[in-house]
């Protein structure tokens, strides 16, 4: 899935964040800061802050930005879709609420198992729990749920997963249920049964139903693209009231049962998102923890520049939070335009970049490991190859000849998109191009506008800095999302920003798809990565923690790393409510 957008980035002093590094040699930084000793940003990693939370009280979050999507259809951002399912809708099947590895596990949400596979894994079968209701107390229905998957495919309700399109028999051509057309190959035999026909085996199918797309939606209710301003309310709590960009405020909804819930704990009366905050603000609040702040966490992640405040105080370091995203930052290149339709071009992008200046502008290596390879570690077992053997700092001189080989040794000019709060990441990769005789213009988009931009695919620029997290612990959801140039759409266009196509890359994609091996399609992946990393259709950069300072007074609270690292909507609260209320 897209990883988050971000907070603001400046430029940051690399002294601040040299805890965890001292003892390093020649000034070397080691990925993660581990040389010198365990990484003080990652003191909590796999564990829970603050104790139990007690029922009550209002949360409040702090944030820079407004939602990319609260639309089911639409939501396909961690930070989004670790807040809408957690609190707003509840899908098929839902990762466990667990710190840590357990994170990633799965249990039945809306349905009553992890569905029932045919023989060939071509046909699943889910039914749904009962007693399982809206905002409005009417019982959620198996229709409800076919109706948003096949929402997911109108072209007004662009930007959110697309596994259904990639599946499902009749999928081709399909675009939604508008003048009352449907999708055959989802069969709803009753009211608490849903079956899914799938164009091919597909064994990791239950992965993909934890999807906000198989979310439920009442016909009655849908509003087209206005539906993400008030999703009608499956979960423990419902929009009391939305000020797009300004304010969001959920409430309870009374018709939800925690009987049909092993997830979701509803410990907060409320919940309210404050937006259009200055991300600096928002740090030096949770850091001081004083008054309602106490109560409060951080949409976004602490900013670079933050880290000095917060790394060698004890008592604010025991209030962070820093699991991985598990997410890879990447610089994709428009292969299909000039220069970059030129795979030499490609490599000189992939030698000129300074991964070491980038890291630097993210946090240092106490917030970030640098990247070797597409998928993240987890994907290789725990390390990522080094294939390129690019040195982390670049290498000019062989970007310059690879220039000099395309027929561009007097270099060129282009331009880069990317969110306002990555900003200092595009400078430092800015600075690096420029040393191969690469001019690179930066556009900065708001954050909650910035998959809009980059996915309309005739009028971006030719570069984009984005990323790309896995949505479950497999090779197949992520390389084909990022390269498979068969579901290149040219609005709303996400994943495969490089617009790369390429026959026998797709070709491998389907072969390891078919295999019945796990191990063996790890793989398989693990090798196609490198093979697609040689002909550079985008630069990996790093892999960033996601750090989070929290107020005095939550409970509960850890690094959901099925979400990127977000904190766990589903569990966290307030140690006393009394302190909590507005």
Known sequence: ?????????????????????????????????????????????????????????????????????????????????????????????????????????????????????????????????????????????????KYNVERSFSPDLPGGADYAARYLVGAEGYRGPAQGKHLDSVRTPDDRTIVFELRKPFAEFPNATVMPAFAPVPQAQDKGPQYDNRPFSSGPYKVGSYARGKKLVLVRNEHWDPATDEVRKAYPDKLVVMMG??????????????????????????????????????????RLLAESTNCTDMVQMHTGRAPFDNPKVRQAVQYALDRDAVLTS???????????????????????????????????????????????????????????????????????LARAGIKVTIETVDPSAFYATIGDTKNRTDMVYTGWCPDYPSGSTFLPFVFDGRFIKEKGNSGNHSLFRDDATMKRM??????????????????????????????????????????????????HTSFGGQIDYATVGLKDPAKGRD
């Open 362 to 432: 993210s946090g240092g290596p106490a917030f970030n490991d640098p990247s070797t390879a597409y998928m993240p570690a987890s994907l290789f077992g725990g390390k990522q190859p080094d294939t390129l053997k690019v040195p982390a700092t670049g290498d000019p001189e062989k970007a310059k000849q690879l220039l000099k080989e395309a027929g561009k040794s007097g270099g060129f000019t282009t331009e880069i998109t990317a969110s306002a709060g990555d900003k200092g990441r595009a400078e430092a990769i800015q600075q690096a």
């Open 1 to 145: 899935m897209n990883k988050r957008t971000c907070t603001a980035m400046a430029t940051v002093l690399a002294a601040s964040l040299a805890l965890g590094t001292a003892g390093c040699s020649g000034g070397k930084r080691s990925a993660g800061g581990k040389d010198g000793g365990k990484n003080p940003a990652a003191a909590h990693e796999g564990k829970t802050i603050g104790g139990t939370p007690q029922k009550g009280g209002t949360l409040t979050v702090l944030s820079n930005q407004d939602f990319t999507h609260l639309d089911p259809a639409r939501n396909w951002v961690m930070n989004d879709m670790d807040f809408g399912t957690r609190l707003l809708y509840r899908t098929l099947v839902t990762y466990k609420a667990a710190p840590g590895a357990q994170g990633g596990g799965l249990v039945p949400d809306l349905a009553t198992d992890l569905g029932t596979p045919s023989a060939d894994a071509r046909t699943w079968t889910f039914h749904l729990k009962p007693g399982v209701k809206y905002e409005d107390g009417s019982p959620v229905t198996a229709q409800d749920v």
């Open 277 to 318: 905050l200055k991300a600096n603000q928002i740090d030096d609040r949770l850091i001081a923890s004083q008054g309602a702040d106490a109560s409060a966490v951080s949409w976004g992640a602490l900013r670079p520049e933050s880290a000095a405040k917060v790394l060698p105080d004890a008592g604010v370091r025991e």
């Open 510 to 559: 389907d072969a390891i798809a078919a295999m019945t091996d796990a191990k063996e399609a790890a793989g398989a992946w693990q090798q196609l990565d490198g093979q697609i990393l040689a002909q550079a259709p985008a630069v990996p950069v790093l892999v960033r923690r996601w750090p989070l300072v929290l107020g005095t007074n939550i409970a509960g609270a850890y690094g």
